[in-house]
């Protein structure tokens, strides 16, 4: 089984041989851990065609703090290295400058040909996906998180205007992707507050989610895949997304409970992990790292496939949990799983 049969066999409930796992690690864990963690990544099976695994550069400062500007013209602000930082200068400040926003130019031709004979070099030997992109998030990056809480609040038609432009645009790069042969496209805005969502349920459906289903429907109608990610607390959500499409969710699951999780998902979309990574994979013992793959995997992972593995690594967990947390992936994430009889 090829690694792209493997994870279209998770993504589609076939009966993959073992549960794919998908790896990303920040360039902090790399800096604290050195050339040990590339060769054990490594030494590790590719699912995703992510390798070789290489050192990244450090930066040149650390700590300290820089200012940049982003292709849409919003001023940013983050330590240098390691975070994205927050916008502290959008550049649609004022709803005045709207008729004169200009957008980022669409990805070249050239960058789709790009895609195209990537895929082709390697036989299709790899999922492949193409940059959906955000909404939510780059609505925040466009006009700062305070004046579009006020834009959603005030329901302002300005907002609206904005809003469907962005579908549109992203939209004709979705398009470009699809015609380049990718299996999927991958989308991320976080909803979610370490306990609740963002905003109100109600206003997610009636804003945002006609919005997404813009930007699925041409993946869905070309026989693709929609891949999902957001961040923190979308329980009440979860299931629109499915209603729209989406074939791979990856919520933090483990803050909204992965029980109460699993009884709205299991066995019906798959499951991209996000473990536990405030406390049991950076701080936990490996009793504690063994069990919570186990629980992910009984929860998420006996329908016939259903599962992606998958914990972020940041620059706080210890090496010795890293090699923990991969191990269990490997002796646990092999079908059939006999070791829950």
């Not at 590719?46 to 450090?58: C, I, K, M, Q, S």
């Not at 989308?187 to 009636?206: C, H, K, N, Y």
Request: glycine share 10%.
């Amino acid at each position: 089984m090829t690694p792209r049969e493997r994870v279209l066999c998770a993504i589609n409930f076939g009966g993959p041989d073992r549960i794919p796992v998908h790896r990303y690690i920040f360039p902090g864990a790399f800096h604290r851990h050195g050339q040990k963690l590339v060769d054990f990544l490594n030494s590790l099976p590719d699912d995703f065609g992510v390798g070789p695994v290489t050192l990244p550069e450090r930066p040149q400062a650390e700590g300290e703090i820089e200012y940049y500007t982003d292709d849409w013209g919003s001023k940013w602000r983050r330590l240098i290295g390691y975070t994205t930082g927050e916008v502290v200068e959008p550049v649609l400040s004022d709803w005045s400058k709207l008729p004169q926003l200009q957008f980022p130019p669409l990805p070249s031709p050239e960058h789709f040909e790009a895609v195209r004979a990537n895929i082709e070099s390697t036989g299709h030997r790899y999922f492949t996906w193409g940059g959906g992109g955000s909404l939510f998030e780059q609505l925040q990056w466009i006009r700062g998180p305070h004046n579009l809480y006020m834009d959603l609040g005030e329901d302002r038609a300005e907002l609206h205007e904005l809003a469907d432009r962005l579908v549109d645009y992203r939209v004709e790069a979705i398009r470009g992707y699809l015609a380049a042969g990718v299996d999927g496209c991958g989308f991320s805005d976080d909803w979610g507050a370490q306990d609740v969502l963002l905003i109100s349920p109600r206003q997610w459906r009636e804003f945002f989610k006609p919005r997404y289903k813009r930007m699925f429907d041409p993946i869905l109608e070309a026989g693709k895949v929609v891949w999902f990610h957001s961040d923190g607390w979308t329980l009440e959500i979860l299931e629109d997304l499915i209603e729209l499409g989406v074939g791979v969710l990856n919520p933090q699951h483990h803050c909204m409970g992965n029980e109460r999780v699993a009884q709205i998902i299991a066995g019906r979309v798959c499951l991209r992990s996000d473990l536990d990574r405030q406390y049991i994979i950076p701080f936990g013992t490996h009793e504690q790292i063994v069990e919570h793959v186990k629980e992910i995997i009984r929860l998420f992972g006996t329908c016939n496939g259903g599962l992606i593995l998958h914990g972020e690594i940041g620059q706080d967990v210890p090496f010795e949990n890293i090699v923990c947390m991969y191990e269990a992936f490997a002796e646990y994430g092999t079908y059939p799983l006999d070791w829950l009889d």
